[in-house]
């Protein structure tokens, strides 16, 4: 069984900074690119970062970019969002999903597997 968690959310002040981290079991992680999405009340879910099965190539959406970092450990089968000088607009419930390819995709089609999300909120 795939099993995707996610950790680190919670609430901070503008400005300052958290990290997510997304344990994977039941696949084989390294083969598969992994992304981090976001969802806020009354938005379409959006892709952040994504990032491919090497962690050599990443994505980030124009608004992160800059501030977030995505990176993985293959050994520790987790991925991590690390996020900076948060604004109130980051405020979202944060998802990470596992891709069925090597390479990271922008659509939320292509990833197979989801966790439960992480509430982050931001305070101005």
């Known amino acids: 069984q795939v099993q995707l968690v996610e950790s680190g959310g919670g609430l901070v002040q503008a400005g300052g900074s958290l990290r997510l981290s997304c344990a994977c079991s039941?696949?084989?992680?390294?083969?598969?690119?992994m992304g981090w999405f976001r969802q806020s009340p009354g938005k379409e879910r959006e892709i952040v970062a994504a990032?491919?099965?090497?962690?050599?190539?990443?994505y980030y959406a124009d608004s992160v970019k800059g501030r977030f970092t995505i990176s993985r450990d293959n050994a520790k089968n987790t991925v991590y969002l690390q996020m900076n000088s948060l604004k109130p607009e980051d405020t979202a419930v944060y998802y990470c999903a596992a891709d069925r390819n090597l390479f990271w995709s922008v659509k939320d089609y292509e990833y197979d597997h989801w966790g439960q999300g992480t509430q982050v909120t931001v305070s101005s």
């Open positions: 039941g696949l084989s992680f390294s083969r598969n690119a």
């Open positions: 990032i491919d099965w090497s962690g050599g190539r990443t």
